[in-house]
């Protein structure tokens, strides 16, 4: 199985300033035969469900605010929030859903300092 | 509006039975696939079971192969999950998600409210 970890496990960011949490896959999750990487960067606030920011490690869901964004490719990804806003309070969490079975990173999550 | 909506959670005995059912609307039902993934009280997120839009393909966490068998009624936009031999590890919230396409590779688009089934004796 494709094991996914997430650094920091929690991070504390003032508002109006970018946040950046990073993902790594243990196997690569880079398609050859379509050069996509089969990633999803989800958010969850309290009490709700999982809602999807980003898919295909760099594609931004619709309605999602442009100062969420993903990178990189491989193994090594990264969700930034380039301006923190007090909505933004939630824990992330990344996905692969190149290898069946797909998983989960363990989450991060961030506050405002 | 796409939606989805859990039921038939509740609180159930260790090595009981539960059927979990999901209810779609908004959408073409059969042209996605469906997931569940379930979250432990205070814990992150794990991924279940999916199944395409035809029902050609089921795949599961290794955690509940052989006990949950995941199924679609493409003319009523339902999915299911039918889950045997419970054990207090199977305590969470499960989600129903649309898929963003009707491939299994694909990211999790729509999130449902949840269904929360409690494992106890």
């Known amino acids: 199985d494709i094991v996914m970890t997430q650094s920091p496990d929690s991070l504390a960011v003032s508002l109006g300033e970018r946040a950046s949490i990073n993902c790594k896959s243990s196997?690569?999750?880079?398609?050859?035969?379509?050069?996509?990487?089969?990633l999803g960067w989800y958010q969850q606030k309290p009490g709700q469900p999982p809602r999807l920011l980003i898919y295909?490690?760099?594609t931004r869901e619709s309605g999602v605010p442009e100062r969420f964004s993903g990178s990189g490719s491989g193994t090594d990804f990264t969700l930034t929030i380039s301006s923190l806003q007090a909505e933004d309070v939630a824990v992330y969490y990344c996905h692969q859903y190149h290898s069946l079975p797909f998983t989960f990173g363990p989450g991060t999550k961030v506050d405002i300092k | 509006e796409v939606q989805v909506m859990e039921s038939g959670g509740g609180l159930v005995q260790p090595g009981g039975s539960l059927r979990l059912s999901c209810a779609a609307s908004?959408?073409?039902?059969?042209?996605?696939?469906m997931t569940w993934v379930r979250q432990a009280p205070g814990k992150g997120l794990e991924w279940v079971s999916v199944i395409t839009g035809l029902s050609d393909n089921t795949h599961y966490a290794d955690s509940v192969r052989g006990r949950f068998t995941i199924s679609r009624d493409n003319s009523k936009n339902t999915v299911s999950l039918q889950m045997n031999g419970l054990r207090a590890e199977d305590t969470a919230v499960y989600y129903c998600?649309?898929?963003?396409?009707?491939?299994?590779?694909?990211?999790?688009?729509?999130w449902g409210r949840g269904t929360t089934v409690i494992v106890s004796s």
């Open positions: 295909w490690a760099s």
């Open positions: 908004g959408f073409a039902f059969g042209n996605y696939a």
């Open positions: 998600v649309k898929g963003k396409s009707g491939s299994r590779f694909d990211g999790l688009g729509v």
């Open positions: 196997q690569s999750i880079l398609s050859s035969s379509n050069n996509n990487n089969y």
